[in-house]
């Protein structure tokens, strides 16, 4: 089992870069692919970006590619999204998931057992 956590949130104005980092429990975190998925009100939970445990192969949405990129340091437990050219249509509550399962495509929501709190990101226009 997997505890995690959120942050890096907040406001920023079309255009600017935000990086979100999400904090992991245990010894085992190289264990884990881990993704980011976001939620906009009124909207279905949608993936963002996903990496495999050793952080080898990475997904993204199409929405997003060539503006965020997805890390993780094993090291310091820590999964990483670095988002650049922010778009108001990017305003979310963004949520960092984790999986025992080998990263593999189509992403599917439901094969991430352990999921954060959520960090709000704004973007004004």
């Known amino acids: 089992q997997v505890q995690l956590g959120e942050s890096g949130g907040g406001l920023v104005q079309a255009g600017g870069s935000l990086k979100l980092s999400c904090g992991a429990s245990?010894?085992?975190?190289?264990?884990?692919?881990m993704a980011w998925f976001r939620q906009s009100p009124g909207k279905d939970r949608e993936f963002v970006a996903a990496?495999?445990?050793?952080?080898?192969?990475?997904h993204y949405a199409d929405s997003v590619k060539g503006r965020f990129t997805i890390s993780r340091s094993n090291t310091n437990n820590t999964l990483y999204l670095q988002m650049n050219s922010l778009a108001p249509e990017d305003t979310a509550v963004y949520y960092c998931?984790?999986?025992?399962?080998?990263?593999?495509?189509?992403?599917?929501?439901?094969?991430?057992?352990?999921w954060g709190q959520g960090t709000q990101v704004t973007v004004s226009s």
């Open positions: 998931a984790a999986s025992r399962r080998a990263l593999s495509v189509p992403i599917i929501r439901l094969e991430f057992e352990w």
């Open positions: 245990g010894r085992t975190f190289y264990r884990y692919a």
């Open positions: 990496i495999s445990g050793v952080g080898a192969t990475t």
